[in-house]
């Protein structure tokens, strides 16, 4: 039973754009206290990343929100210190759910709803997609989807919409603390474990 969640936020450099983000996050935390999932405890852990601007302030803002300091320049280093400071506050690991995004992104206001849901129904990952937000020309939209399936059981991988529940992430080795491409690493990983229920979802996509 999933008592608690972590959204994790790994930011860079973000205050142009992580007030959208934690508003986002802060009216699925709304979502999920009225759904059937009422009294799951949800805290937000914001990773910064050498940030230098006012993204720490900004962030500040918000409640229910904890600002985890380090200074690697890597994506998957930041997830990774967001995953550590999240389990070493809610133990135990199978009662906890990791939802991973962006702070560039906003998510969807049943995105915790969603996935809280199916970690019920015993999932252990939920991979979303994501869509591009507005300001993209009409041809790189077009060209953007062309290449994207937005349909459930996709074949994509994206760190701004990834779920997984604690105790699989760390038997699985958790994120590795990469530049690029630690989503698909991880994701790979739970795929080649054969035991674990993945869910592929169009349901709940990521504006980014």
């Known amino acids: 039973m999933i008592r608690n969640v ?9 205050e142009q754009t992580i ?11 709304r979502h999920l206290a009225r759904s059937r999932a009422a009294g799951v405890r949800v805290q937000v852990f914001v990773v910064l990343d050498g940030c230098e ?27 990774l210190a967001g995953a550590r400071a999240a389990i ?10 990791l939802a991973n995004t962006d702070a560039d992104c906003a998510v969807p206001p049943d995105w915790l709803s969603f996935m809280v849901t199916e970690a019920r ?10 869509v591009p937000g507005p300001g993209l020309s009409a041809a790189v939209r077009t060209a ?8 459930d059981n996709h074949p994509h991988i994206h760190g701004a919409n990834f779920g997984i529940r604690a105790d699989a992430y760390l038997a699985l080795g958790g994120w590795r603390p990469l530049a690029l491409g630690e989503d698909v690493d991880l994701a790979g990983r739970a795929a080649l474990a054969g035991h674990l229920r993945v869910i592929r979802t169009a349901s709940i996509p990521v504006i980014t």
């Open 88 to 97: 070493g506050c809610a133990p135990p690991a199978r009662e906890l759910w």
């Open 19 to 29: 007030a959208s983000c934690l508003a986002s996050i802060t009216a699925a935390r």
């Open 144 to 151: 953007w989807l062309s290449r994207h399936h937005l349909r």
């Open 53 to 79: 601007d006012q993204t720490a302030a900004v962030a500040a803002r918000f409640s229910g929100v904890r600002l985890v300091l380090i200074s690697a320049g890597r994506v998957g280093a930041a997830r």
């Open 6 to 14: 972590a959204v994790i936020v790994p930011a860079a450099n973000e």
């Open 121 to 130: 129904r015993d999932a252990q990952v939920v991979l979303g997609t994501v």
